[in-house]
């Protein structure tokens, strides 16, 4: 049966049997017995569209790149609790610069910034700000592109005198990024060991920062803490005290959150396996010295 027959008078002759999905099979070809399907290859580019942002500061448009965070699939977390994902390093986008007025923050507070806080940007920032309005913007983000505009936002957290908690996040943003890109670059046989050793002093100098940040802004603000609530930056700051072998001040906020009947049970379990490794770390250290 013709199940296109009448088109005839639109001027289509459809002869033979419909198959809709001729075209498909035509490309696929016909299956090898045994042969399994070539799996699909995903890249960085596969979850990562293209937007537009109004800038609050100059009030223009400007495109940037966003993740498809709905498309990812979340491994596990770094010691203090960086986020890691398949296929992208979601950090990389966390950011938000205008092209025009230099105006930059993390995503989560681009916004979120008040008449006050315009007018300090405004006086104190953009008139430096050569605009990058010609710049391209790349498919996806490099380390040292996102690094590069994570340090532009942290000039307009100082410039607007926004809170120590949110001056800390970007602060830790750089420094988790410039981690990763470490990692990569140790694993590169040809990698230029000043760039190595650059990257290195930046993860250390800025993680220095955030870890200062942070125990401020715990200890003088109100959570939560630039969105995050006060038990996953206590955990954080109780594994970047032990990186740092400042074993009491780890113990101290094991201790809190243990104690506190707002921590999770999971957070808990998590807090008491930690407890057990800064007490090992803690008796090493003492036997050593």
Not at 27 to 45: I, S
Request: net charge positive.
């Amino acid at each position: 049966m013709n199940l296109l027959s009448g088109m005839e008078k639109f001027g289509f002759s459809m002869d033979g049997e419909l198959d809709i999905l001729a075209d498909e099979k035509q490309k696929k070809g016909p299956a090898q017995p045994g042969q399994a399907a070539a799996p699909v290859v995903k890249e960085e580019k596969d979850f990562i569209l293209d937007k537009k942002v109004r800038c609050p500061v100059c009030d223009k448009e400007f495109p940037i790149k966003a993740v498809l965070a709905t498309k990812l699939k979340r491994l596990e977390p770094d010691f203090d609790l960086r986020p890691n994902y398949e296929y992208v390093d979601k950090c990389k986008y966390d950011f938000i610069s205008c092209p025009h007025c230099g105006y930059s923050a993390l995503d989560t507070t681009f916004s979120k910034i008040d008449t006050a806080r315009v007018k300090l940007i405004r006086a104190d920032f953009c008139p430096s700000f050569k605009p990058q309005v010609g710049e391209t913007l790349p498919e996806t983000y490099s380390y040292d592109y996102s690094v590069e505009k994570f340090k532009l936002a942290l000039i307009c957290t100082l410039k607007k005198r926004a809170k120590m908690s949110e001056k800390a996040y970007v602060c830790l943003k750089i420094a988790w990024l410039r981690r990763a890109q470490l990692k990569e670059l140790q694993g590169q046989k040809d990698a230029d060991p000043k760039v190595v050793e650059l990257v290195k002093k930046e993860y250390e100098g800025f993680y220095k920062q955030a870890y200062e940040g942070f125990m401020k802004a715990v200890s003088s603000e109100t959570p939560p803490y630039c969105g995050m609530a006060s038990e996953a930056v206590e955990f954080m700051l109780a594994n970047m005290s032990m990186h740092y072998k400042q074993y009491d001040a780890a113990m101290k906020l094991i201790a809190r959150l243990i104690q506190s009947p707002s921590t999770s049970r999971k957070l808990k379990d998590k807090c008491v396996d930690l407890k057990d490794e800064i007490t090992a770390k803690a008796a090493a250290a003492k036997a050593q010295s």
